[in-house]
């Protein structure tokens, strides 16, 4: 009976200490102004300025210049082609390639159209003819829009050509001559093939991780930075063992990123419209350890970290590589096999599988089973580093009071 209030009373202290914890750290994150930054108004500002930029989804009226050294009636329906399509505008044409090039370096165009001189000649000798696409590869999206289009019109064309030297009579017979094996084109995942769709739901999982990180090392990095041992172990006096300070902290972020967790992964992606295709329980199921991960993952690098600038250089030096290496931005089975050891460190990467193929790709929590389970491994391995690395910063405090106790001491002798 002993045994059993003994162990009630102390898991009764246990709880009122993290509650203390977790109060003494609530007030301790709003009076950090950047802490407010990173805990309330890059989740809520950055997601929407991000998403708004890419709202429109796929590149249109991308600009070309024509040179046209065949001044032809097929060049002429060629140019007048592309200009209708949605995603060219003939903004200029040029005498020559050397001065195609200069607008192209001037940026007035992103691309160029050249049609030689032989180009009607050739058709209409029966023989093949070529268009040449001088494309801007410094932005991928002007050269998926620029040459594309002109593919799309010179199959057009060709099956026109077709057409005319066919010698049928009916309609279907024509159509089976330009097109003998038809495909219908079905885009699944991105119904638009926009880069909206396709990108931004993996920054938003990656702006949770992120942000969580920054604001815990920089609360972190302040209390540490101004010595105040009872901010940055709080009220140690009274509390005995480092699980109930982790338990403390990470209640108080949990509370505030449930919210923003909604946030992100709720309200974000259908207000853009973005594919929302996950049961709200496999989504709370993945989001759960997820976040909790992300949370002891920012104590464990708070603790190891010393100043509050370094955990933001930090974090924004390596946010661009851990969307490469997530797989979405580049295919995971291309990437290295040593720096995919290296992703499995973050929780983001898992979390960001975990949720496009759970919100863009339709799947179930069977699908991403997975991934399920080595967030859970996450937490279990980040919760423990983060007691140990807290119990080391817990004696190196101590050590810091009390040589200054010591030392004021000495002075007073």
């Known amino acids: 009976m002993k045994i059993q209030n003994r162990l009630l009373r102390t898991i009764l202290d246990g709880i009122s200490d993290a509650a203390v914890i977790w109060r003494d750290e609530m007030r301790q994150v709003f009076k950090d102004e950047g802490v407010i930054i ?23 009226d991308m600009p070309v210049v024509v040179v046209d050294d065949s001044h032809s009636k097929l060049s002429r329906q060629f140019i007048r082609m592309c200009d209708a399509s949605p995603d060219v505008k003939v903004v200029c044409y040029a005498s020559d390639l050397d001065e195609a090039k200069m607008l192209v370096g001037r940026q007035v165009a992103h691309a160029v159209y050249y049609i ?15 268009i040449g696409v ?34 049928h009579y009916t309609a279907r017979e024509e159509e089976i001559q330009a097109k003998p094996l038809d495909y219908d084109g079905e885009a699944i995942f991105s119904p638009g093939g926009g880069y909206g769709s396709f990108i931004l739901p993996a920054v938003l999982i990656l702006i949770l991780q992120q942000t969580l990180v920054l604001g ?18 709080p009220m140690q006096r009274h509390y005995h063992g480092t699980f109930r300070i982790v338990l403390g902290k990470s209640m108080c972020y949990l509370m505030i990123y449930i919210l923003m967790g909604a946030w992100l992964t709720v309200v974000v992606p259908r207000i853009f419209h973005f594919p929302c295709l996950a049961h709200w329980q496999d989504l709370l199921a993945i989001m759960t350890p997820y976040t909790l991960a992300c949370i002891f993952f920012g104590i464990t690098v708070s603790c190891i970290v010393r100043y509050r600038e370094n955990v933001m ?21 291309n990437i290295p096999g040593f720096w995919q050891g290296v992703s499995w460190l973050f929780p983001s990467t898992f979390g960001v599988r975990a949720y496009i193929r759970l919100n863009s790709m339709g799947g179930t929590l069977t699908d991403v089973l997975t991934e399920y ?15 140990i690395v807290y119990r080391h910063q817990i004696h190196l405090s101590r050590q810091h009071a009390i040589e200054r106790l010591e030392l004021m001491k000495n002075k007073k002798g």
């Open 134 to 167: 001088y494309c801007d590869m410094s932005l991928m999206l002007a050269y998926k829009a620029s040459y594309q289009t002109a593919v799309l019109v010179s199959q057009e064309m060709n099956s026109e050509i077709q057409i005319k030297l066919s010698g």
């Open 38 to 60: 990173f805990f309330f108004i890059v989740p809520l500002v950055y997601p929407l300025l991000y998403s708004w930029i890419y709202n429109n989804e796929v590149v249109r």
């Open 116 to 130: 030689p001189s032989d180009f009607q000649t050739r058709l209409n000798r029966m023989e093949q003819s070529v």
């Open 216 to 233: 815990i090392g920089l609360s972190a990095g302040t209390a540490r930075e101004s010595n105040r041992f009872e901010d940055l172990v």
């Open 373 to 387: 389970r080595i967030l859970w491994l996450h937490v279990l391995a980040y919760f423990t580093m983060a007691c």
């Open 313 to 333: 250089l930090l974090m924004v030096f390596v946010s661009v590589p851990l969307l490469f290496l997530s797989g979405v931005s580049w295919p995971q089975n």
